[in-house]
Nanobody, 122 residues
Framework: QVVESGGGSVQAGGSQRLSCAAS????????MGWFRQVAGKEDKERER??????????WYADDVKGRFTISQDNDKNTLYLQMNNLKPEDTATYYC???????????????WGQGTQVTVSS
């Protein structure tokens, strides 16, 4: 089971931390990713914003580098996304996703959470 939490409304420049409880996958041989989906876009158009690969390497999308930080706590079986200096264009539904590989697109991610809405106002 994969469950996100921590979304909400924030003003531009603010911060939020998203959490993803994924007890079966944290610390195992899976890629853990955060995606976001802007309203009106299809599921397959979800954009990957950060990921921790199987070898523990970390990847960020260019437009979140320096602002977002992905991390995981194996003891708490939780994946995090710390988002700082948020911008209105970060407004989206954010999803935690798990894959045995680490593709940049949604294909290959077998497990998804229900999503959590982040709204950034200007």
């Amino acid at each position: 089971q994969v469950v996100e939490s921590g979304g909400g409304s924030v003003q531009a420049g603010g911060s939020q931390r998203l959490s993803c409880a994924a007890s079966e996958y944290i610390g195992s041989s899976y890629c853990m990713g955060w995606f976001r989906q802007v309203a009106g876009k299809e599921d397959k158009e979800r954009e990957r914003v950060a990921a921790i690969d199987i070898d523990a390497s970390i990847w960020y999308a260019d437009d979140v580098k320096g602002r977002f930080t992905i991390s995981q706590d194996n003891d708490k079986n939780t994946l995090y996304l710390q988002m700082n200096n948020l911008k209105p264009e970060d407004t989206a539904t954010y999803y935690c996703a798990i894959s045995p590989m680490c593709p940049i697109t949604t294909m290959g991610y077998n497990y998804w959470g229900q999503g959590t809405q982040v709204t950034v106002s200007s």
